[in-house]
Structures are given as C-alpha cells and as structure tokens.
C-alpha cells in the first residue's frame, strides 16, 4: 500500500481538525435554527391557547366556548402558512367543538402528556406542535383544550437546511484539502531543497549547502542545522585526507632516507667504522618510524572509535618520576636542570596507561624544545576538587598565534626556525584526545623566546588509598 506523501499526510491532518470544527459549527446552526423555529412556534401556541381560554363564557345556564361568529373571523377557515388546529373537549375527551379547518379529522388527546407540555405528534401524516390544557369555570374543571399548529414548513426549511449543510460540508472540506494542500507544499519547499541537495551531495562534491527559508521558523532551524553538519563532515574530510596525505609524507621520508643510505653502502666496499656510522643512522631512522607507527594508531584508535577506559587509582607522584627517568638520557645530554615539586601524594581515579601516554608525550616536549642547561619544572598542587599538574620550560616557546594550531595533527610550531628539532606533530594531538575523552582540564600558555606552561586539571580519586 502506497503511503500519503508528507504533504498529503499535513493537509488530511489539517482538514480532520478543520472539519471537525466545521461540523461542530454546522450542527450548532441547525440546532440554534431549530430551536429558534420551535420557539416562535411554542409562543404562538400560548398565545392562542391564552386567547381561546379568555372566550370561554357562560349565557343562560350555558357553557359557550366560542361564538359562531369567532370562528368565521378567525384564520382557521383559511388556508395559512402556519394554520392553528383548535379543539374542545368534554371531562369524557369527547369532542364538543373544533376549528373548521379540521373538517372531518380531530386532534388526538394523549393522556402521557402534561397539562400544557409542548410536543410533537402527527396529522394525516404530516407532523404538528401539540398543546393540551384543562378547562375551568369559576374553579370547576369543565373539559380540554387542545391547540395546534402545523411544522410542514417548519420541517421543510429544517430538513432544507440540513440537506444545504449535508452537501456544503463535503464541498468544504474538499476545497479545504486542497488548500491545504497546496500551503503544506509551499510550507515543505525548504524539505524539498533538502532533498535535492542531499541528492547531489557526494564525497567529491561537499561544497553544495540547502539554501535557508526566509522566514526563520523550525523548517529554518532545520536547514541550517544539516548545513552545519556538512560543514563538520566536509571538515572531518578534508582533514582525514590532510592526516592521509600527511601521514603517507611522514612514513615515506624515514623510509627514502633508508633505502637512500643502504644503496649507498653497495656501491662500493667501505671501512667498517663507515658502515658502523651508515647502520646506526638507519636504527635511528627506524626507531623515528616505529615511533611514528605507535602515534598513528594512537592516533587512529582515538580518531575512530572510543578507547576502553580501565580506571583505577593512579599515583602521579610515581608517574611523573618514571618518565622523568626514562627521559634522563635526554636530560643529561642536555644538561637540563629539571626540578620536582609535589609536597604530598597526589592521586586520580583515571586510566593508568593513558594517564603515562599524557606525561610522557608534555614532559618530552618540553624537554625537546628546551635549550641545553635550560630548566624544566613539574609542580602538583591541588585547586578545588582537581589536582592541578604544571609542567613549564623556558624553551623557545610557541608564537601566539600557532597555539590553536599546535593540536592538528603533524602541525609543528616553529620548525622552519629549527629544524634541528625532530618531530612529526602528533604529540599535542592525542594528548588533546586523551584528556577530552578523560575529562581532564588541558591548558597550554606560552610565549616565544620566555617558554611554555603546560596546565593539567585531574579529577579527584574515587577509592580510598591505604
């Protein structure tokens, strides 16, 4: 079964309510019509049935009801638009006089009915407004009366109107739908756009955006909100391909520098302490590329997926000092003078290994970018319900306007001043990652030529330690 299009579906829902509401106003005009009819009717039907009780009268020991001449004056020998039916009758209910236009029929007196209650009933077929009343004389009960006026016309301009109603309500809300319709399609045109817009969209062509309504209702919101997740997904593209493009340059360069050197050696016979140097400049170039190959997929499993957190309680005292011991080759090269400063055991409720990864990549920066007998310092303290990690150098800084850059990946802050400076750019990067994904303040402060302040917030242990 074929479905109602979206635009189809608002305006059946539109002429639902619609022709509900329309009903409800066409059954309170017929009713309002009806009632109105029968009350101008009822108050006839008192007036007449007042007037005949004032005509009762008594002449030589004789009850007359009405004089032969009243009858004569009066409509009921006529042919009306509304005749009135009148009838006497004895205590017997037997008929004693009755208006002309009666002829050789009579009013039925129905003994379920009060004494003037107003009801409906039928005469040779056709439906009349009945009333029925005692009569009394000097407080003496003397027969009824019975009054009645025909509703032929009454139902004909009743049953008229209910037919008009009956064949406007559809015509109505057939107009309606269409209406509605056609408004719903004028309405839906920004989905439209975006329908069409998302046809012609690809991975080769992101640059098309759904062009935003005039009127900023939700359809705008909605317009805007899918061009907005373009751009991130055309964002999110562009910089795979950069990371890609990057990473291939980054793999290929260790790797044309070792086959580079290799193919020297084989030219020709070399003393040993050449093909000593030749080899351990290849080691070194391949150290460079394993680390290079543990940063991309760190890099990749952070990128592509959420890492697994195994959180325990971590003591940053003994981790800092580990990594400041797998650093000391470096240190002591360089003859840093790197100071520790924590004042009491600091912990935190976090992942051990990404916590270490943190560190390690911070603190070796820093260590990297500081010059010979520079000064790299570590403090811990606490502020508030974090500990706070401050790792500053007076190294030769970040310019001010590569500290939004420095966490994209391969980017390097400063490298064409110093490329006697090895890297590749990812450090900052999957340290920005980690401390996202471990809820972990991450604050960089720096200025060229004075040095860098690194600021790390750590929650709180979550267990006691004994």
Request: hydrophobic fraction near 45%; proline fraction near 0%.
């Given at each position: 079964m074929k479905l109602l299009s979206f635009k189809n579906r608002i305006a059946l829902n539109y002429i639902v309510g619609t022709g509900l509401l329309v009903l409800a106003v066409f059954s309170a005009i017929y009713?309002?019509?009806?009632?109105?009819?029968?009350?101008?009717?009822?108050?006839?039907?008192n007036i007449e049935v007042q007037d005949h009780l004032k005509e009762i009268k008594v002449e030589n020991g004789v009850v007359i009801l009405m004089d032969a001449e009243e009858w004569e004056e009066r409509e009921h020998n006529s042919v009306d638009v509304n005749p009135v039916f009148v009838q006497f009758l004895d205590l017997n209910k037997k008929i004693i006089e009755k208006s002309p236009n009666l002829k050789n029929e009579k009013l039925v007196f129905h003994n379920n009915k009060d004494h003037f209650q107003l009801f409906d009933t039928k005469l040779l077929g056709?439906?009349?407004?009945q009333i029925q009343v005692p009569l009394h004389l000097h407080s003496k009960k003397i027969g009824y009366l019975i009054i009645a006026m025909s509703l032929s016309d009454s139902s004909k301009v009743l049953d008229n109107l209910m037919d008009t109603l009956l064949v406007t309500f559809p015509i109505i809300l057939l107009?309606?739908?269409?209406l509605a319709r056609f408004f719903a399609g004028r309405s839906i045109k920004p989905i439209n756009d975006i329908i069409q817009?998302?046809?012609?969209?690809?991975?080769?062509n992101l640059k098309t955006r759904i062009p935003l309504p005039k009127t900023r209702d939700e359809l705008y919101t909605l317009s805007k909100t899918i061009n907005n997740l373009l751009n991130r997904i055309e964002d999110a593209i562009e910089r795979e391909k950069q990371f890609t493009s990057d990473a291939s340059h980054e793999l290929r360069t260790p790797l044309t520098v070792i086959k580079g050197t290799l193919e020297v050696l084989i030219r020709k016979p070399r003393d040993s302490r050449e093909y000593e140097d030749k080899i351990n400049y290849c080691i070194n170039e391949v150290d460079h590329l394993n680390m290079l190959v543990d940063q991309l997929l760190t890099m990749a499993r952070f990128e592509n997926q959420k890492h697994q957190i195994n959180a325990e309680n971590v003591y940053l005292n003994a981790v800092i000092l580990d990594v400041l011991t797998?650093?000391?080759e470096k240190i002591n090269s360089k003859k840093l003078k790197v100071k520790f400063d924590a004042g009491q055991d600091y912990y935190t409720y976090s992942d051990n290994f990404l916590i270490i990864?943190?560190?390690?990549?911070?603190?070796?920066?820093?260590?990297k970018y500081t010059k010979d007998g520079g000064e790299v310092s570590v403090f811990l303290s606490k502020e508030g319900d974090r500990t706070i990690c401050r790792i500053s150098d007076n190294g030769i800084g970040i310019a001010k306007g590569d500290l939004e850059m420095i966490f994209n990946p391969f980017f390097r802050s400063n490298y064409t001043d110093h490329p006697e400076i090895k890297g590749v750019g990812l450090?900052?990067?999957?340290?920005?990652?980690?401390?996202?994904?471990?809820?972990?303040?991450?604050?960089?402060?720096?200025k060229i030529g004075v040095g860098t302040t690194v600021i790390l917030g750590f929650k709180e242990e979550m267990k006691t330690i004994s």
């Open positions: 009713f309002i019509v009806k009632l109105t009819v029968y009350n101008h009717i009822d108050e006839n039907l056709n439906k009349i407004r107009i309606l739908f269409f817009t998302s046809n012609i969209i690809t991975k080769d797998l650093n000391s990864t943190i560190l390690r990549n911070i603190i070796s920066n820093s260590l450090g900052l990067s999957i340290v920005k990652r980690i401390t996202e994904q471990l809820d972990i303040q991450f604050k960089i402060e720096s």
